[in-house]
């Protein structure tokens, strides 16, 4: 199990990255769908959710 929450918080974190970077190189224009910041906010509690899990739980 803990494999799987540090895939997939890696792989969340990968996506909000992937977010910030599209805003740098597109600019604010891209910031301002509500849709591409709901997904990014998502995303970044999805990730801090894991990195929760991982620094909390005892994995056997």
């Known amino acids: 199990m ?11 974190g990968l996506l909000v990255l992937a977010h910030i970077a599209r805003v740098v190189a597109e600019g604010p224009r891209v910031a301002a ?3 591409f ?3 990014t906010v998502v995303a970044a509690l999805l990730c801090a959710w894991a990195g929760y899990l ?4 005892s994995w056997a």
Not at 54 to 57: D, F, G, I, Q, V
């Open 54 to 57: 991982l620094r909390t739980r």
């Open 37 to 39: 910041v709901l997904l």
């Open 2 to 12: 803990k494999a799987y929450v540090t895939t997939t918080g890696s792989v969340f």
């Open 33 to 35: 769908d509500p849709l």
